[in-house]
């Protein structure tokens, strides 16, 4: 199988300044991760789950460790790697679904559906038309499409904001609870997404407040939770 | 040997109104302005006796030219004959004792305010052209150190837009006289307050013309065979006065710059604007001896 | 904790902006001080800070309007070669005529309020040396509709426009000949929000259509973030932090950048 990801004793904490203080958030963590591969992250709450996930995507600089990414041009360490490889990857290699949509004014959700293919290369009437399928098929309404999504309600911006993370087939897709406020259709849509994906070859990490939604894809746990750390030291909770 | 052989006598004035150094000042500046065809040269520019912007600026390089066997003729927007011209005629012969003529064919040097002769110039005369305002590019730049700067540099672009924005607002460049061109392709020039009609004149002439700003203290220069090109669009071309179907009223000449004279029932009659050509017209039609040099224009079309 | 990331492995392009050490005072007050900064190809970086903290100067340095005291500028182009601070006054005019786009703050700046909107943009043409009435319209029109400009007002000067309008004039002035480096100071600063929200579309969607790389100076957060691909904090004429614009906001390193991400509602 080929390797996707080899993180190497990765450690990180948030400095906090205005209080002169650090907060350890996970500690001395190492995993590797082959093609079609499905981790889940366990652990209690802070036990720094999503902080991993956006350290492997360097929304968080990592304080100690390496993540060896195998990307289809070579290995590189996303932890050190230069802001504009890193850019490179999460346009072409690395995909990302939060929780939550960040919708921009103005912006017509199948337009923000599409961009990740426009930003790929893709012409624009392709782009939308791919756009579309993926919003038909997470069952956001037509109506909608051309609609700005600022003014979704919940569980519309989630369908968007998979439509969009999930569009561009991707070497490692990192998941954010990705089911929380989806509907019971949004939800079956969303699996097969995942495991069509999973089956091309897609490595998968991801955070489930309900892993028994992904059951069927997971091959692998990584149970987060260490002794030391205690509930007064959670350090997702700060930005 | 005396002091008296090496002075000169006292004269109550120098020759030609102008003292030696200033003569020498303009003579050398003249020279720079050949030099660089188009470029704007400072000069000192001395009292004359008239006030500035009568045509101080073409008076004294007239003054620094003149010669004793030099014809002068003077015009005022073509007229030999306005007060003004026949003020300057008169002060240049008075402090000279250079012969005068209106005939265009025979003067050596033409001082003229606002027109080009009809007839066309030769090698071996010169023409000065009296200049308000020697800047092409004050109307859009007010400041003339950044004005001198962009001569510099040939950063012309707003003179473009202007001609752009005259398009776009009237449907056509709407400069008439004083039409910004672009002198041996380096130097934008305002070519005085000459009409579109004799702007081409200018292009490749056989004659020297030195334009020059009193008040301004500016004089530049369009040496002989010198290209001069009217700022124009490739595809909007260069139009001059439609007057090329005209005739002259008085003398019958056709197809030459006229003057339109209102009449009281609301139209207008017209008058050809170089006098003197309007002057010839007449006496060869009364069949005295009148010689009519070969025009830029012939009926009314320009000829290269 | 400082942390000092490799050269890039993958990307293999060269940056298309070269900023060394620049460093600049005016008398006793340091405006700059071995401010350097990279951009790749196609790449946004935004540029954050206070008033004062020497952004916007940095921003007139690399459209050359300002000459620093020491430091180097180099743009990877054909043709331009060499520290760019060196270059005459003719040699500068000419590459930011036709190499690099602004977009200031004060459309006053950027704009000749009593000309046409299209003779605005033709304005750059010209200079370029295009010389044809029916090709200014054309690339005019083309790019006033690039920048999303109503195209039945583009003969009205920008002092009857408003404020979003007038940012939409300078924008197709800015990228009527295509440039390699789109530069924009608070481009929606002074903007009221629906407005602001629309030129940020507007730069979003060239960004994406046209891969024009960009350098965004703006005290506002939001603006930063939404544009940006990297992000690159100033202090007192300093850079105290760069990085990628997400972590930049969710994980500032330096006290200064931190007190500002908090900072923001």
């Known amino acids: 199988m080929t390797m996707i990801l080899d993180v190497r004793s990765l450690s990180k904490g948030f400095t906090m300044h205005h209080l002169s203080t650090t907060m350890a958030a996970f500690d001395d963590v190492s995993f590797s991760l082959h093609a079609g591969e499905f981790l889940l992250l366990k652990g209690r709450n802070g036990a720094g789950k999503s902080t991993l996930l956006r350290t492997l995507y360097r929304s968080y600089l990592a304080a100690s460790g390496q993540i060896l990414f195998h990307a289809s041009h070579g290995v590189i360490d996303l932890a050190r790697a230069a802001d504009v490889d890193v850019t490179y990857l999460r346009r072409t290699e690395i995909g990302f679904v939060t929780q939550f949509l960040t919708p921009r004014p103005r912006v017509s959700a199948e337009a923000l559906v599409a961009e990740p293919l426009r930003l790929a290369g893709i012409a624009a009437p392709d782009a939308l038309d791919q756009a579309r399928h993926w919003l038909n098929a997470f069952g956001v309404k037509p109506a909608l499409w051309p609609a700005y999504p600022t003014t979704f309600s919940g569980g519309e911006q989630q369908k968007v904001n998979l439509a969009r993370a999930l569009i561009l087939p991707q070497r490692l897709l990192l998941l954010d609870e990705p089911t929380a406020s989806l509907d019971v259709s949004a939800r079956a849509a969303l699996i097969a997404r995942l495991a069509e994906l999973k089956a091309a070859g897609t490595a998968m990490i991801g955070v489930f407040h309900h892993p028994g939604d992904v059951a069927e894809l997971i091959d692998r746990t990584l149970d987060l939770t260490p002794a030391p750390i205690q509930q007064k030291d959670r350090a997702d909770v700060v930005v | 040997m005396t002091l008296k052989s090496l002075t000169r006598a006292w004269e109550p004035m120098s020759y030609g109104f102008l003292d030696g150094s200033a003569k020498r000042e303009i003579r050398r500046k003249m020279l720079k302005a050949i030099a660089v065809p188009g470029c704007q040269i400072p000069y000192a520019s001395r009292e004359v006796p008239m006030a500035r912007g009568w045509g101080t600026g073409g008076l004294q390089i007239s003054c620094t030219l003149i010669h004793p066997a030099m014809r002068i003729k003077v015009i005022d927007q073509g007229a030999d004959d306005s007060v003004n011209a026949a003020s300057i005629r008169n002060f240049l012969a008075r402090v000279s004792g250079a012969p005068v003529t209106m005939d265009t064919l025979q003067a050596d040097l033409i001082q003229s305010r606002h027109r080009i002769p009809e007839e066309r110039l030769r090698a071996d005369q010169i023409l000065v052209l009296q200049v308000p305002n020697p800047e092409p590019l004050r109307s859009v730049q007010p400041n003339m150190s950044i004005a001198r700067q962009m001569h510099a540099d040939a950063d012309y672009g707003r003179m473009w837009l202007q001609l752009y924005e005259q398009i776009v607002r009237s449907g056509r460049v709407m400069q008439g006289a004083s039409y910004p061109s672009l002198v041996n392709g380096r130097f934008v020039m305002t070519p005085s307050p000459i009409p579109r009609w004799d702007v081409p004149k200018l292009n490749m002439a056989q004659h020297l013309t030195i334009l020059s700003a009193g008040r301004e203290k500016r004089l530049y220069a369009v040496p002989p065979f010198t290209r001069v090109a009217p700022l124009v669009f490739d595809d909007v071309p260069y139009r001059v006065e439609d007057h090329g179907h005209l005739t002259c009223q008085r003398s019958g000449a056709a197809g030459y710059f006229m003057n339109e004279i209102p009449q009281a029932d609301g139209t207008s009659t017209f008058e050809v604007s170089d006098s003197e050509l309007g002057v010839k017209t007449i006496r060869k039609a009364e069949g005295a001896p009148a010689h009519i040099g070969r025009t830029w224009y012939e009926n009314g079309r320009l000829v290269q | ?265």
């Open chain 3, 1 to 265: 904790m400082t942390l000092t990331l490799d050269t890039p492995q993958l990307v293999k392009t060269q940056p298309l902006l070269v900023a060394r050490n620049v460093s600049k005072s005016y008398g006793a007050v340091h405006a700059l001080r071995d401010v350097s900064a990279v951009v790749y190809p196609g790449e946004v970086l935004g540029i954050v800070g206070e008033s004062g903290s020497g952004k916007s100067t940095f921003l007139r340095c690399l459209n050359l309007e300002e000459t620093p005291d020491s430091g180097s500028y180099t743009l990877d182009l054909p043709d331009v070669q060499g520290n760019l601070f060196d270059l005459d006054r003719y040699a500068r005019r000419m590459l930011c005529a036709t190499r690099i786009g602004i977009v200031y703050q004060n459309p006053h700046l950027g704009l000749l309020m009593h000309h046409s909107s299209s003779g605005n943009v033709a304005e750059r043409l010209l200079v370029a040396g295009e010389r044809r009435f029916a090709v200014l319209r054309d690339k005019a029109s083309a790019a006033l509709d690039a920048s999303e400009f109503p195209l039945d007002r583009m003969d009205a000067p920008p002092v009857e426009l408003s404020g979003g309008m007038q940012q939409r004039v300078q924008l197709a002035k800015a990228i009527a000949l295509e440039p390699a480096l789109l530069l924009l100071d608070e481009p929606t600063t002074g903007l009221d929000v629906s407005v602001q929200a629309l030129v940020l579309d507007t730069l979003k969607r060239l960004q994406q259509d046209r891969r024009i790389t960009m350098v965004i100076v703006s005290h506002d957060l939001g603006v930063i973030r939404t544009l940006s691909d990297r992000v690159m904090v100033m202090r007192r004429g300093q850079v105290v932090e760069t990085g990628l614009a997400d972590q930049v906001f969710q994980d500032p390193q330096h006290a200064y950048t931190q007190q500002l991400v908090h900072a923001k509602l």
